[in-house]
């Protein structure tokens, strides 16, 4: 199924189809449209869908933080479609991406409630740096993860 997926920039036409998947997938504080609409203005490189066919499975939105950083905004699939390797290509485009631009060290926020997100991401290489109290809209905390696409001197006490 996989090799059948295909990856590629979101345009303003696909916005109703990634605000499904993010209602879907975060259904107590989904971002909104206008959000969505200034990150593809702002970000539009870094947004990215998953695909097959006119299907559109799941996305995937970063960012340059800070001028060194590659966050990761938000990363979703339909939830029929998980663990399918689809939020895997995502995570691998973006991250080639990033490091295509001299980027050398990518981040998230994660809540601390969603055990499968975390393991899904520690698979890929990211660690725990962090705990975020009060982070989230009902007061739920997260963890900032990072993962280092190439060498990178961190000291520890760099805020990432």
Same mark, same amino acid.
């Given at each position: 199924?996989? =090799?059948? &997926? &295909?990856?590629? %920039?979101?345009?303003?036409?696909?916005? %109703?189809? *990634?605000? =499904?998947? %993010?209602?879907?997938?975060?259904?107590?504080?989904?971002?909104?449209?206008? !959000? !969505?609409?200034?990150?593809?203005?702002? $970000?539009?490189?870094?947004?990215?869908?998953?695909?097959?066919?006119?299907? *559109?499975? +799941?996305? /995937? $939105?970063?960012? &340059?933080?800070? +001028?060194?950083?590659?966050? /990761?905004?938000? *990363?979703?699939?339909?939830?029929?479609?998980?663990?399918? +390797? &689809? +939020?895997?290509?995502?995570?691998? =485009?973006?991250?080639?991406?990033?490091?295509?631009?001299?980027?050398?060290?990518?981040?998230?926020?994660?809540?601390?409630?969603?055990?499968?997100?975390?393991?899904? #991401?520690?698979?890929?290489? #990211?660690?725990?740096?962090?705990? *975020?109290?009060?982070?989230?809209?009902?007061?739920?905390?997260?963890?900032?993860?990072?993962? !280092?696409? %190439? =060498?990178?001197? #961190?000291?520890?006490?760099?805020?990432?």
């Amino acid at each position: 199924m996989s =090799e059948d &997926i &295909i990856i590629e %920039e979101a345009k303003e036409r696909d916005l %109703e189809a *990634i605000m =499904e998947i %993010e209602k879907l997938s975060f259904p107590s504080y989904p971002y909104s449209l206008d !959000f !969505f609409k200034t990150l593809l203005k702002d $970000c539009g490189r870094y947004f990215l869908l998953s695909k097959i066919g006119n299907t *559109i499975l +799941g996305y /995937i $939105c970063g960012r &340059i933080f800070r +001028g060194e950083l590659g966050e /990761i905004v938000s *990363i979703a699939v339909i939830p029929n479609f998980r663990r399918r +390797g &689809i +939020g895997r290509k995502l995570m691998f =485009e973006l991250e080639s991406r990033f490091k295509n631009d001299g980027i050398k060290v990518t981040r998230l926020e994660v809540s601390v409630k969603n055990v499968d997100a975390i393991k899904f #991401y520690e698979a890929l290489g #990211y660690e725990i740096i962090q705990l *975020i109290r009060n982070y989230y809209p009902d007061g739920s905390d997260a963890f900032i993860m990072i993962k !280092f696409l %190439e =060498e990178y001197n #961190y000291d520890g006490k760099t805020e990432i």
